[in-house]
């Protein structure tokens, strides 16, 4: 087994003490080395102060979000070689506030969720009546979502407005507005028709590029927009 | 780092333009929306000038053949090529995020960028060259 000493200059901060700085740890990393697994190895070798969230290791509790060189991914899943730099910079998500470390605050996205319609978020893939319709592949849905924050963190536009309600949160609900199974889903439109809902996103994109989890928030809030857009013309035409 | 941050109250992060223009690492959907975004303010600081400029029409014939005299050097057609390269991008990119941002074509955003944006070239160029040569 090949084995390589890599550097990681790791984001530090704790509140209320210094101001922030980045700190270069070396670790010995193998070929199945992921960058949590190499972050917990400083917390356990180096420095027990080293503070990041973490739960499952393979990529569906969403806890791990981090900026790992400068893109957003789950830590558990980036494996420390494939990145191929010698020197791998980890820092937290953007556009939330950092509580220490790694470890940003999550709050205000899980506010921002549940009034989406939290619960319909991921029931379902195994119910009957989830059965994947003639002619189509699979369903994409956002069930998919692992509630990462990762869409949010890339998000451009939400470093022009923290009262965005960001991609996951439109996301959420374009899924109960396209199957609102019993929902009135009229109030969830008008709640997302404004500055700070579907149209302060600017197409940039960047969401769908980083969710880990195959939800596509920018498409999602394409959708969105397309039917307040249908709506507002059917609006006009008395109809 | 100064895109992080490092409080627990939620601020305003603490540089935007930095969320806006640092497109390192990101796709090119971001670079569309932050030249999108660039030439947007060129622009509309051009359209200010423009009109300062119309309105040396007003103070008579001289001022005004003085200042074509000067819009024909070189070093200001080339100031005429990058103005028209501003109009162009803005101009196609604006359809694409117009047509996307209304949910039509968003499926095929990239494919609908580069044929815009390839038009948008095509007639930069021909239109540079004839800035030059007509
Ligand atoms: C030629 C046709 C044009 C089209 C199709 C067009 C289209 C657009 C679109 C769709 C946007 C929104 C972009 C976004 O959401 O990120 C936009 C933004 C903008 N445009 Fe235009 N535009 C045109 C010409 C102009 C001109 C001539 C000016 C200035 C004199 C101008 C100034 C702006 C400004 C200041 C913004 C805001 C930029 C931003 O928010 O990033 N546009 N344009
Ligand atoms: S598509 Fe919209 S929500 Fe997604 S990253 Fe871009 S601006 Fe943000
Ligand atoms: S939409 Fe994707 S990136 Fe955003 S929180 Fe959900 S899983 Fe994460
Ligand atoms: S630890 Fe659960 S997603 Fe990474």
Redesign the interface.
Known sequence: MVERDIDFKV?R?K?GGA??A?QTFRVRCDENTTVLVALQDIRRDQDGTLIMRHSCHHASCGTCGMRI???EELGCVVKVFDLNTSTVVV??M??????SDLVV?M??FYDRFNSAGMPLMRESEFLDEADVAEGLEAYMRCENCIECNLCVS?C???????TYLGPAALAAAWRVVEEPRGLDAKPLLDWVDSQNGCWR??????CN?ACPSGVFP??KI??????L?KRKFRRLFGR | ?D???????????K??L???FDV????M??L???LNRLTAVGLTIYLFLHLSVLSLLVRGPESWDSFVALAKHPLFLLLDVVLLFGVVYHMANGIR?AL?????G??R?KTLFYVLVGIALVLFVVGAVLIFTG
């Open positions: 984001f901060y509140q101001a922030p980045y060189n400068g893109r820092e937290p953007r556009n939330m506030p950092v509580i605050d709050g205000p890339a451009p536009i939400m470093g022009t407005d923290p996103c600017h197409v940039a994109y960047e590029e920018g498409d394409m959708s969105l927009r397309r039917e857009t | 780092m895109d992080i941050q490092p409080t627990t109250d939620p601020v305003r992060p540089a935007p930095r969320s806006w390192r690492g990101r796709s959907s971001t569309a929306f932050a995020v996307v941002g209304m949910g039509v968003h499926a955003h």
